[in-house]
Each structure stands twice: as C-alpha cells, then as structure tokens.
C-alpha cells in the first residue's frame, strides 16, 4: 500500500499533468499562465517526478505621451510638483525656517513643506513639494546645510485621507448619510 508522501506526489504529477495537457484557448491574449511540465526518474524511490515552471504574463510599461505643441491660450496646465523627504534637522525647526531656506535659494510661492510626526524628538523631518522647474536645484547636496540627509518622497496614500480602520470600505470624500434621511431602526 503507497503512503501518504507517495500518494501526494502522485497526485501533484497527475493534477499538473492533465493541467497542461489541456488545450489551450482560441484566444492566446486570456492565457494567463503557461506551464511547462518536464517528467524524470528518480534513482532514489523508482517513482517519477515533475518540474512544473509556471510564469506569469509580464505588464508592458504604460506609455505615457506629453504633449510638445505649440501653447494654446484655451488649455493650460499646471506644474508637476515632486516631493522630498529631508530630515537630521534640530526639533525646533520649523515648517517656516524651511521654507526661507528654500526660497532663499529660488524664489517661489508654490513650496509644499509639511513637517512629520516622528516617534522620536532627536531630529526633526519635513516632507518638501517642490515645483518641478526647480527640483534639479535642490536635489544637489551643496544646496543643503552639512548633514541634512534627502531622498525622493514617494507617497502611499494621498495626501489629507483620513486614517480608516481595516474593513471600512467607505471611501474618504464620501459624507455619512444625514439622520433623517436614515432608514428607521427596526424594533
């Protein structure tokens, strides 16, 4: 009588066999995956063995087109702002010493700068939007003050969404329904 190892891997080459022996679908761009399945012998047991290599369909990057016509008076846009993330300031600094600093070495009203909440009150650390016209500036370490450390800021969440718990599908722009429009409570 085979055990319960010799039993699994029976059924494991049996299951990914007959898996890729089915014929694949008329349309080739729904094929998820494709399997390739190698049988061997194994000295060991006498039994047989499968490689099963499964690879997933790569995404093509999204090619993304930036208009390079002449201006039109109708439609403007907006400038992108980046964002960095610099911190290893003293915790008095404030979010308006930053922001002389800043416009100190370019002159601008479109400054961003928002200073974290950090367990600790060793340093402090800001989170600076800049226009995209003068990132190259302040990406050069001679801008900075001596052991200022940055880095690109990459935001998870946008900016202003209030903190959910896990299971509230309720997205953050959406109002609670008013009282009394409410549907009754039962009795």
């Known amino acids: 009588m085979p055990s319960i190892g010799q039993f699994w891997n029976y059924w494991k080459i049996s299951h990914y066999a007959a898996a890729a022996s089915k014929p694949a679908e008329d349309d080739s761009s729904k094929q998820i995956r494709k ?3 190698t049988t061997n012998q194994n000295d ?8 099963v290599n499964n690879t997933k369909r790569k995404k093509k990057p999204q090619t993304i087109i930036v208009g ?10 907006v400038e992108t702002i980046k964002y ?3 911190w290893s300031f003293r915790p008095e600094t404030t979010e308006d010493n930053v922001r002389h600093f800043l416009n100190k070495v370019a002159k601008s009203d479109d400054y961003f700068i928002e200073k974290r909440v950090l367990k600790t009150d060793r340093h402090a650390s800001f989170v600076i939007g800049i226009p995209e ?7 050069s370490p001679t801008v900075w003050p001596p052991r200022v450390k940055l880095t690109d800021w990459f935001q998870r969440r946008p900016r202003g969404s209030q ?3 896990r299971g ?9 329904t008013p009282p009394s429009t409410a549907a009754p ?3």
């Open 35 to 37: 399997t390739t399945v």
């Open 44 to 51: 060991n047991d006498g039994g047989s063995w499968v490689v």
């Open 68 to 77: 390079s016509g002449c201006e039109d008076n109708e439609l403007q846009t």
């Open 84 to 86: 960095l993330q610099a």
């Open 133 to 139: 016209s003068l990132y190259t500036n302040f990406k």
């Open 163 to 165: 903190e959910r718990q």
């Open 168 to 176: 509230d599908s309720r997205r953050s722009d959406e109002c609670p």
């Open 185 to 187: 409570a039962r009795k």
